[in-house]
């Protein structure tokens, strides 16, 4: 991937300086525009799934420049969620509201750049867990 990794780190940094925890703002956004994926959740409480969904968010973006990590990690964690539920469509759903969470949390500071840098970023990594999903079906 020829992402723009500096940009990403420093942004991602910001915004969790700011606001420690995204998830559960990321929640919110998620269920009150797409209400249709809250029935899929609930296995787990909503603070351990925050806490791991964050935890696999540092991990990616600690990984950016470790291909093989990325593809191993997120085709196994597509065929995980093929199991869920989830589909293919859910994942614009969630990629819109994670960048509108990192975008409210980092306001002033967020530009074009860097929303063109995290959709980039999001739409490989949503692209490897959808093939790992291809995969399991
Ligand atoms: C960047 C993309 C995503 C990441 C990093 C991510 C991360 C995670 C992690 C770490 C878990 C905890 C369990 C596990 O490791 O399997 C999880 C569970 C889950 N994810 Fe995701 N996920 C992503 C995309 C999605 C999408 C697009 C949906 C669709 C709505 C979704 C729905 C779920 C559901 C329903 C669970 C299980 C919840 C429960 O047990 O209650 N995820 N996800």
Do not use: C
Request: aromatic fraction near 10%; charged fraction near 25%; avoid cysteine.
């Amino acid at each position: 991937m020829a992402l723009n990794v500096a940009l990403l780190r420093s942004s991602f940094d910001l915004v969790l300086e700011r606001q420690p925890q995204l998830t559960p703002r990321f929640y919110e956004i998620l269920f009150s525009r797409y209400p249709q994926v809250k029935p899929l959740f609930g296995r787990r409480s909503q603070d351990e799934q925050a806490a791991m969904l964050q935890e696999a968010l540092v991990a990616v973006v600690d990984h950016l420049e470790d291909a093989s990590w990325l593809d191993d990690t997120l085709r196994g964690m597509g065929k995980k969620h093929v199991e869920y539920g989830v589909t293919d469509e859910m994942y614009d759903w969630v990629g819109d509201s994670l960048l509108s969470t990192i975008a409210e949390v980092a306001g002033d500071d967020w530009t074009p750049e860097l929303e063109a840098a995290w959709k980039e970023a999001y739409g490989a990594i949503a692209a490897m867990m959808k093939a790992g999903a291809a995969e399991a079906s």
